[in-house]
C-alpha cells in the first residue's frame, strides 16, 4: 500500500518552507501542513530581520555553519527573487576600554568560522561613519544585513507551489503514529473537522511547538524530545529620523545579544529584542501552547531599553520609544544554561527512519533558512 502523499511537513514557518522547496525541487511530492491561517505568523514573523553574518557561534556547530553558508545563499535568493533587502554591514562596538576583550574575542570568533571580512574601527573612526555613536572602538561587519521577512516567505511560498507543492493552512497535528505498512500517519484538525493522513517521510518543523509535536511519537529507548522554553522578546520603534546608518550591536550578554539596533528595509528603526525568561518552569512543553504576543510593562521596559540604549547613544529621547511589536523565541535551554547547538535529529538520533525532527530553531534560523534545508534534505 502506497502513502497518500510522500513528504508531509508539520510548519509553514520559514524553516519549513524552506524545506519544502528544496525537497519539492528534487521532485518529492511534497505537503506542508501549517496550524495557523497564514504561512509564517509566530516567530518567523516576529524578529529583528538581520542577516547575520555567522559571528558569534562555536566553531564546528551547526549554527556557524548553517549561519555561514545560508547568509550567501539567502542574498542570492533575494537577488534572484526581487525579495528586500539591504546588505547594511553593522557595527559591533565596545563602549568602554573594558569590553575591547570581549570585541576582539568575537573577530577572533569570526575567524574561526571562516568570516575574514570584519574591519576594526577606532574610536574615531567609528564616530565618523555614524556621528550619534559613543565607543571605544568598533568592528565594521560589511555582511550583515536586512531582509524583509514576508517578502522571503511568499517567494519561498511561490516555489514551492511552481513545483507542484500544497500548503494546506488551518490545520492541525493531533496525533502522530505509524501504520501497518511502516508509513507515518497523521490525524488533523481543520476546523473542528478531523481527519487522517499518510506519508513515507516526515519533517517536523514545528518552532514553537515542537515539543509538542516530538511528544507524539514513540521513541527509541533513551531518545528523550528537547524540551522548548518559549522567551519573549519586546521591540521599541525609533520616532523620528533614523539616528544611524546600519545596525548597532552592543556587546553580547551570555545568551543574550543586548538591546540592539537595526533598520528593517524601510530605513525604520527599532530597538530590541530584550529577554524576558519565564519566570517559572512552567513552560515546560508538554501539550498545547499558544505564544502571548503582549507588550508587557511598557513604562517599566521603556526606563530598561533606554538605560542600555544610552550606553551606545547618549543623545537618546526615551520619549522616542514607542511599543513596537513582539517575539516569542523557541528556546530550548533555560535561563543561565549553556546555549545548545540547533538540535536537527534523524533516525540516528532517534531511531524513526525517515523522519527529521528540528528544535530550538531560533537565531540565526531566519538567515540560516535555505542552508537548513539543504541540510534536512541531505538527512532525510
Known amino acids: 500500500?502506497?502513502?497518500?502523499?510522500?513528504?508531509?511537513?508539520?510548519?509553514?514557518?520559514?524553516?519549513?518552507?524552506?524545506?519544502?522547496?528544496?525537497?519539492?525541487?528534487?521532485?518529492?511530492?511534497?505537503?506542508?501542513?501549517e496550524r495557523h491561517q497564514m504561512i509564517g505568523s509566530q516567530t518567523s514573523a516576529r524578529n529583528s530581520e538581520v542577516i547575520h553574518a555567522g559571528l558569534y557561534y562555536e566553531t564546528g556547530s551547526l549554527r556557524a555553519a548553517l549561519c555561514v553558508r545560508g547568509k550567501e545563499l539567502l542574498y542570492d535568493f533575494c537577488r534572484e527573487n526581487?525579495?528586500?533587502?539591504?546588505?547594511?554591514?553593522?557595527?559591533?562596538?565596545?563602549?568602554?576600554?573594558?569590553?575591547?576583550?570581549?570585541?576582539?574575542?568575537?573577530n577572533d570568533q569570526a575567524n574561526r568560522n571562516g568570516v575574514a571580512d570584519l574591519r576594526y574601527l577606532t574610536r574615531h573612526e567609528a564616530i565618523r561613519m555614524e556621528p550619534n555613536l559613543t565607543c571605544a572602538a568598533a568592528y565594521l561587519s560589511p555582511s550583515t544585513g536586512?531582509?524583509?521577512?514576508?517578502?522571503l516567505m511568499q517567494?519561498?511560498?511561490?516555489?514551492?507551489?511552481?513545483?507542484?507543492?500544497?500548503?494546506?493552512?488551518?490545520?492541525?497535528?493531533?496525533?502522530?503514529?505509524?501504520?501497518?505498512?511502516?508509513?507515518?500517519?497523521?490525524?488533523?484538525?481543520?476546523?473542528?473537522?478531523?481527519?487522517s493522513i499518510t506519508c513515507s517521510k516526515l519533517v517536523l518543523s514545528g518552532g514553537l511547538h515542537a515539543s509538542e509535536l516530538g511528544d507524539m511519537l514513540r521513541w527509541r529507548t533513551g531518545y528523550n524530545v528537547p524540551r522548548t522554553y518559549p522567551t519573549k522578546g519586546h521591540y521599541f520603534t525609533h520616532m523620528g529620523p533614523a539616528p544611524f546608518s546600519q545596525p548597532i550591536y552592543p556587546m553580547p550578554v551570555g545568551a543574550w545579544l543586548g538591546v540592539h539596533l537595526t533598520l528593517d528595509v524601510a530605513g525604520q528603526t527599532k530597538f530590541g529584542p530584550d529577554i524576558a525568561w519565564p519566570k517559572t518552569d512552567t513552560q515546560d512543553q508538554h501539550g498545547p501552547f499558544e505564544p502571548d504576543y503582549g507588550f508587557d510593562d511598557e513604562d517599566a521596559r521603556r526606563a530598561g531599553f533606554a538605560a542600555q540604549i544610552r550606553r551606545y547613544f547618549p543623545s537618546l529621547d526615551p520619549m522616542n520609544l514607542q511599543p513596537g511589536y513582539t517575539g516569542v523565541r523557541p528556546k530550548i535551554y533555560r535561563e543561565g544554561e549553556p546555549v545548545p547547538d540547533f538540535a536537527i535529529h534523524d533516525a540516528a538520533d532517534h531511531g524513526q527512519p525517515n523522519l527529521v525532527a528540528l528544535y530550538g530553531m531560533e537565531s540565526p534560523g531566519l538567515t540560516a533558512c535555505l542552508a537548513i534545508a539543504e541540510h534536512v534534505a541531505q538527512r532525510l
Open 82 to 106: 526581487n525579495v528586500g533587502h539591504r546588505q547594511s554591514g553593522k557595527l559591533l562596538v565596545a563602549v568602554s576600554d573594558d569590553e575591547l576583550p570581549k570585541l576582539h574575542a568575537i
Open 155 to 195: 517567494a519561498l511560498e511561490g516555489h514551492l507551489t511552481s513545483n507542484g507543492a500544497q500548503i494546506v493552512l488551518a490545520t492541525s497535528v493531533e496525533a502522530i503514529g505509524r501504520n501497518g505498512a511502516g508509513h507515518f500517519s497523521l490525524a488533523t484538525n481543520s476546523d473542528g473537522d478531523g481527519s
Open 1 to 33: 500500500m502506497s502513502a497518500d502523499v510522500e513528504t508531509i511537513i508539520v510548519g509553514a514557518g520559514v524553516i519549513g518552507l524552506a524545506i519544502g522547496r528544496a525537497l519539492s525541487a528534487k521532485g518529492q511530492d511534497v505537503l506542508v501542513l
Open 146 to 151: 536586512v531582509i524583509d521577512s514576508h517578502g
